[in-house]
């Protein structure tokens, strides 16, 4: 069983950058897909990207394509999100999840394990 630490939100004025981080313990890392969700206040948690083991494969919601960059290192136990030109609308709180899916899933579902969450505020 792995556990999930979110850490690198913050409070960034638009078109700023944040970089996320989730360092895992337990289970093998390298062993699970990862993935990115989001929940603002009032709405559902949403998809924002995912992760294959080797990280060659990756997938974006169609909302932060080509702002956004999921990448992990394995021997470090982290997963990494790099957020550029943030807008107001990527506020909220992000959280990282493992799966033990074979391939990168974009459904809430299909991840086993979650972190707490980390909150990312955007100013206009």
């Known amino acids: 069983q792995v556990q999930l630490v979110e850490s690198g939100g913050g409070l960034v004025q638009a078109g700023g950058s944040l970089r996320l981080s989730c360092a895992a313990s337990?289970?093998?890392?390298?062993?699970?897909?990862l993935g990115w969700f989001r929940q603002a206040p009032g709405k559902e948690r949403e998809f924002v990207a995912t992760?294959?083991?080797?990280?060659?494969?990756?997938s974006y919601a169609d909302s932060v394509k080509g702002r956004f960059t999921i990448s992990r290192d394995n021997a470090k136990n982290t997963l990494y999100l790099q957020m550029n030109n943030l807008k107001p609308e990527d506020a909220a709180i992000y959280y990282c999840a493992a799966s033990t899916k074979v391939v990168p899933t974009t459904q809430h579902a299909d991840y086993n394990y979650w972190g707490q969450g980390t909150q990312v505020t955007v100013s206009s």
């Open positions: 992760i294959s083991w080797s990280g060659r494969i990756t």
């Open positions: 337990g289970g093998t890392f390298s062993e699970y897909i």
